[in-house]
């Protein structure tokens, strides 16, 4: 059983930061690409940033410059770390990672975190 838990959300002022984690845990093999996703309310789900293995980054356009997603290998953890939050970055930020488990005959699949409330408001 794999788990992603998240954590780090909250209610912050326009122009304020939040840092976001998410750990995965559980019989884990290998963890591939890490990676965040938001959805607003009333909107679909969209990627924000992902992060290989190997460091290699991309990001939405809405957020570069503004967001750093980083990882710790050791620790099975993704950060996001949001800078210059604006209202429109409101919404469940949710965690992924594409993993291989110890099952030996299953593929290396998706997981989804539950989930983590972000608002930017006055």
């Known amino acids: 059983q794999v788990q992603l838990v998240e954590s780090g959300g909250g209610l912050v002022q326009p122009g304020g930061s939040l840092r976001l984690s998410c750990t995965a845990s559980g019989s884990i093999s290998s963890i591939y690409i890490m990676g965040w996703h938001r959805q607003a309310p009333g909107k679909q789900r969209e990627l924000v940033a992902i992060?290989?293995?190997?460091?290699?980054?991309n990001y939405a356009d809405s957020v570069k410059g503004r967001f750093t997603i980083s990882r710790d290998n050791a620790k099975n953890t993704v950060l996001l770390q949001m800078n210059s939050l604006k209202p429109e970055d409101t919404a469940i930020y949710y965690c992924?990672?594409?993993?291989?488990?110890?099952?030996?005959?299953?593929?290396?699949?998706?997981?989804w975190g539950q989930g983590t409330q972000v608002t930017v408001s006055s």
């Open positions: 992924k990672a594409l993993i291989k488990d110890l099952i030996v005959a299953v593929p290396p699949h998706d997981y």
């Open positions: 992060i290989s293995s190997g460091g290699s980054t």
